[in-house]
Structure formats: structure tokens, C-alpha cells
């Protein structure tokens, strides 16, 4: 019985025939990339979300709580910009410049 995976590797196999053993080695780090990539976008779907899993003492203000909303947006909208302007010590700079990064790394 031909399984997924078996189905995978024959297609992979097909597609990178008369590759060399590095640039094979390339594609499948590229692929696990991804793959983690997906996958923590799916546990965690927003910069706060993440934040608050790997730092429980992450407080999800209001003022947080629209830029993870903000962030998003800019995720999913084609060509957008975004410019993000709170108080100082609200947060911006972490949850844009870490948590967001890793979030739009995810997507």
C-alpha cells in the first residue's frame, strides 16, 4: 500500500532528479522551515498569542491587543503599511520588532 509519505518522496524524488546531494539537502532544510513555520502559525495566530506561551509574564493590554489586530491585518492585506503610534512603554517595539517578526516568519 502506497502510503502519503511514499507519494511525497516519489514526487520529490521525480521533480529534483539530477540534483546534487547539497542542493537536495537545500530544498529539504527549506521544507522543514516551512513546516515549522506553518506549524507554529497555526498553535499561536497572533503576536500576543506567541508572546504570552513563551513569556507568561507577557500582560496582553488593550493598547497590545490592536497592534496584534494591526499586525494581522498587515499579514493578510496585499502591499500594506503600517505605521504604529501608542504612549511610550505600551510595548511596540517588542511585540512588532520579536513577537511579530516570528509571527510574520509563521505566515
Known amino acids: 500500500m502506497t502510503t502519503p509519505d511514499d507519494l511525497l518522496r516519489n514526487v520529490v524524488a521525480a521533480e529534483t532528479a ?3 546531494k547539497a542542493q537536495k539537502a537545500a530544498l529539504l532544510h527549506r521544507l ?4 515549522t513555520r506553518i506549524d ?4 499561536y495566530p497572533t503576536a500576543g498569542a506567541l508572546a504570552q506561551s513563551i513569556d507568561p ?3 496582553q493590554t488593550p493598547a497590545l491587543e490592536t497592534i496584534d489586530q ?3 491585518w498587515a499579514l493578510t492585506t496585499r502591499d500594506a503599511r503600517l505605521a504604529i503610534s501608542f504612549p511610550p512603554q505600551e510595548g ?3 511585540r512588532v520588532g520579536v513577537w511579530g517578526l516570528f509571527t510574520i516568519w509563521s505566515a
Not at 522543514?32 to 513546516?35: F, H, I, L, N, Y
Not at 507554529?40 to 498553535?43: D, S
Open 18 to 20: 539530477g540534483w546534487t
Open 32 to 35: 522543514a522551515r516551512e513546516a
Open 40 to 43: 507554529v502559525g497555526h498553535r
Open 57 to 59: 509574564t507577557t500582560v
Open 70 to 72: 494591526a499586525l494581522e
Open 92 to 94: 511596540k517595539t517588542t
